[in-house]
């Protein structure tokens, strides 16, 4: 009945502006409780964390979708999320119900078959909730639970078969700098967080919360206070406002019971104003998943003054390496810098690292620590400016690689020829204002002849074994590997989705999407049918190195926005 309509309209628009979810239709989604098992050991038909599973390979075992017939690859739905901004979230897929998150901290709740919505959550914001990076990276499953991050720094459970609030536990103060964008990492029945805000002096931490609950089961901080182990690497009280932020979900190692983030850089942005190596800034972190306890670190670079942030998660993965086999760390650092750690129950150990881009800072690195050496003259100072190369968005930011077991190779999503020159200037501290202390201009080499490039590499030989570059465009495309012998990524100015041969780099299919794909794919099964599912949607860091890449090369490309699903599968 007419009448009967309108009041349905009413009460779901009253629903939303309260910040509360409501399901699309009045059927209850049926759905399937996540249990730990099914985290640490997931059926290849779901997609069930940010990475897919807990070592965060990035890679599905999925072969419907070859090399062979990967060409008939079609789209079979899509769907607009409502709104602009970077769209970097996987689409988490439990037995045929997507979950996808994107920027105003939304949530939607979807038919992974057909793309219909079943349930849409949106967080309402306080109006002086900042926005500095709009975006939101996923969410976390436990039970019949969906857990996801917040701008205003809350951590929010909600029913993943109606989208109503079950639970929200308040992590920070936004009014201080805190924000989240992360998806959590559940482990153990717990929903494990971290914050950012690093530019705005915040001090870093990981914070685990008990998934039926809410309740705060322990709180480590990236930034040792006094008393701690590596507070002495701070001088005075500049380890309150350090930052060390958690921009990335961690991986875990269920056996050692672990937990492994990385961390952002230090606060303010130039080294001279905090003299000391400011531990964990710009490292990865081994946390006990239980206690919280620090069992291990490495710190990529000391005393950072590049903005290279380091918040990859490290991909867990057994690397066979002169006559033994290493429980590695695998980490393509934003600094250049390719690197192999190995980790224990207690420590985490340093094994290799070179440079995978060209890398003019580091003069060396110490053999049995990984401790580099810096030239001076490449180390940006107050009042002191430096070139450097990579540019401040590094070799790879945070756009995840992947690691496929078929071919033990490493695929990073590279930048190269980019620099940066930064100088820095003196800062004061007030809650919630910018940080860095420092201005910074991006510029392409001379001479070069591309930007953006995959790479693939031999973690057993230490070798690079193939590389795709793109002579238009810089890379910032997540990537996915897959037991079709394919890895699938799009990250470049054209908006194409792309399919490669992971053994040879070969291109094999290409899809030109609504916007820039700096989503991170996932690929799911119903019914015996393959899917690959991506999020297109341009913004944040990509678009600011396309405006710097316009500016330096005297062009004007601009890349549209708008979030839009997109879902391929085979011609059935």
């Given at each position: 009945m007419p009448g009967r309509q309108v009041t349905t309209k009413l009460m779901f628009a009253i629903i939303v502006l309260l910040g509360v979810?409501?399901?699309?239709?009045?059927?209850?989604?049926?759905?399937?409780?996540?249990?730990?098992?099914?985290?640490?050991?997931?059926d290849a038909a779901d997609w069930l964390m940010y990475r897919g599973t807990y070592d965060?390979?990035?890679?599905?075992?999925?072969?419907?979708?070859?090399?062979?017939?990967?060409?008939?690859?079609?789209?079979?739905?899509?769907?607009?999320?409502?709104?602009?901004?970077?769209?970097?979230?996987?689409?988490?897929?439990?037995?045929?119900?997507?979950?996808?998150?994107?920027?105003?901290?939304q949530v939607i709740a979807i038919d992974a078959r057909a793309g219909e919505v079943l349930w849409r959550y949106r967080k309402i914001l306080p109006d002086d909730v900042g926005r500095p990076h709009w975006t939101n990276r996923g969410v976390g499953l436990h039970g019949d639970r969906v857990f996801v991050t917040t701008h205003d720094s809350y951590v929010v459970a909600?029913?993943?078969?109606?989208?109503?609030?079950?639970?929200?536990?308040?992590?920070?103060?936004?009014?201080?700098?805190?924000?989240?964008?992360?998806?959590?990492l559940v482990a153990n029945g717990k929903v494990l967080v971290g914050a950012s805000g690093g530019e705005r002096g915040i001090r870093g931490f990981v914070a685990a919360y008990d998934a039926a609950t809410g309740d705060e089961?322990?709180?480590?901080?990236?930034?040792?206070?006094?008393?701690?182990?590596?507070n002495d690497s701070w001088p005075g009280d500049t380890w309150e406002r350090g930052g060390a932020s958690i921009w990335i979900t961690g991986s875990f190692d269920p056996e050692l019971n672990l937990t492994y983030w990385g961390t952002g850089n230090p606060g303010p942005w130039i080294g001279d104003q905090r003299p000391g190596d400011n531990l964990y800034t710009n490292s990865v972190v081994a946390f006990d998943a239980d206690t919280g306890e620090l069992k291990g670190y490495h710190q990529y670079h000391h005393n950072g003054s590049w903005?290279?942030?380091?918040?990859?998660?490290?991909?867990?993965?057994?690397?066979?390496?002169?006559?033994?086999?290493?429980?590695?760390?695998?980490?393509p650092a934003r600094n250049g810098y390719l690197w192999l750690l190995e980790r224990e129950a207690n420590a985490i150990n340093f094994v290799d690292a070179q440079p995978y881009v060209d890398q003019?800072?580091?003069?060396?690195?110490?053999?049995?620590?990984?401790?580099?050496?810096?030239d001076p003259e490449r180390k940006p100072g107050t009042n002191k400016p430096a070139t450097f190369c990579p540019s401040l968005w590094g070799g790879k930011d945070w756009p995840p690689a992947a690691y496929s077991p078929q071919t033990r190779y490493l695929y990073v999503p590279v930048n190269e020829n980019l620099c940066s020159t930064i100088v820095g200037?003196?800062?004061e501290y007030r809650p919630?204002?910018?940080?860095?202390?420092?201005?910074?201009?991006?510029?392409?080499?001379?001479?070069?002849?591309?930007?953006?490039?995959?790479?693939?590499?031999?973690?057993?030989?230490?070798?690079?074994?193939?590389?795709?570059?793109?002579?238009?465009?810089?890379n910032w495309g997540p990537i996915l590997a897959t037991g079709g012998g394919l890895i699938f990524a799009g990250g470049t100015h054209d908006r194409k989705f792309r399919a490669f041969d992971a053994r040879t780099g070969d291109l094999l299919w290409e899809q030109r999407t609504n916007s820039g794909v700096t989503g991170v794919p996932s690929s799911y099964e119903i019914d015996g049918v393959q899917y690959i599912a991506v999020q297109s949607g341009w913004g944040v860091d990509a678009a600011g190195m396309q405006r710097a890449v316009n500016t330096h090369l005297e062009r004007d490309i601009l890349v549209p926005q708008g979030g839009v699903i997109w879902v391929f599968a085979l011609e059935q």
């Open positions: 979810s409501a399901p699309a239709s009045a059927q209850e989604v049926d759905y399937t409780p996540v249990t730990d098992e099914r985290l640490r050991s997931p965060s390979w990035g890679y599905s075992s999925l072969d419907e979708i070859t090399t062979e017939n990967v060409g008939e690859l079609k789209p079979v739905w899509t769907m607009s999320t409502g709104v602009t901004s970077g769209h970097q979230s996987p689409p988490i897929v439990n037995d045929g119900v997507m979950f996808v998150t994107t920027p105003e901290d909600l029913d993943a078969r109606t989208g109503n609030v079950e639970w929200e536990a308040a992590v920070a103060d936004y009014t201080h700098g805190y924000y989240m964008t992360m998806a959590p089961v322990w709180r480590s901080h990236t930034i040792p206070g006094p008393g701690e182990l590596g903005d290279w942030d380091e918040v990859s998660a490290p991909l867990l993965i057994d690397v066979p390496r002169a006559g033994r086999t290493i429980r590695s760390l695998v980490h003019n800072v580091f003069t060396s690195i110490d053999p049995v620590t990984g401790r580099p050496e810096y200037r003196e800062v919630g204002a910018s940080y860095t202390g420092a201005s910074a201009t991006v510029f392409v080499s001379d001479g070069a002849d591309h930007i953006g490039e995959i790479q693939a590499w031999d973690l057993s030989s230490g070798e690079k074994v193939w590389t795709h570059e793109f002579a238009e465009s810089q």
